[in-house]
């Protein structure tokens, strides 16, 4: 059974510094992209950023370029965002994604699975 499990939300001034890990478990595909999605009260889920198997390619949403930076450790199957001057927009449940493709997607597919998430609160 995969299990991902998340660490490290909870609330923070605008300006401030978080960092999102997650680690997974149970996984059978050999190779896998990893990344994060939010989703914002009222609002559909969105990517935020995606790292492929390898770490040497990723991918950032638009609003997170220059802020937020993701990394992985294939040793310990855990992925991390660091986030830095977050603002109050960036306030979400964070999920944390594995992508079966080894080179990763800015989109949800089908055969993604995903962590229970984990609250992300910016005040102003």
């Known amino acids: 059974q995969v299990q991902l499990e998340e660490s490290g939300g909870g609330l923070v001034q605008a300006g401030g510094s978080l960092r999102l890990s997650c680690t997974a478990s149970?996984?059978?595909?050999?190779?896998?992209?990893m990344g994060w999605f939010r989703q914002a009260p009222g609002k559909e889920r969105e990517f935020v950023a995606t790292?492929?198997?390898?770490?040497?390619?990723?991918e950032y949403a638009e609003s997170v370029k220059g802020r937020f930076t993701i990394s992985r450790d294939n040793v310990k199957t855990t992925v991390t965002l660091q986030m830095n001057n977050l603002k109050p927009e960036d306030t979400a449940v964070y999920y944390c994604?594995?992508?079966?493709?080894?080179?990763?997607?800015?989109?949800?597919?089908?055969?993604?699975?995903w962590g229970q998430g984990i609250q992300v609160t910016v005040s102003s």
């Open positions: 790292i492929n198997w390898y770490g040497g390619m990723t």
């Open positions: 994604n594995v992508d079966p493709e080894w080179f990763g997607a800015t989109r949800e597919t089908p055969n993604d699975f």
């Open positions: 149970g996984l059978t595909v050999r190779k896998y992209a």
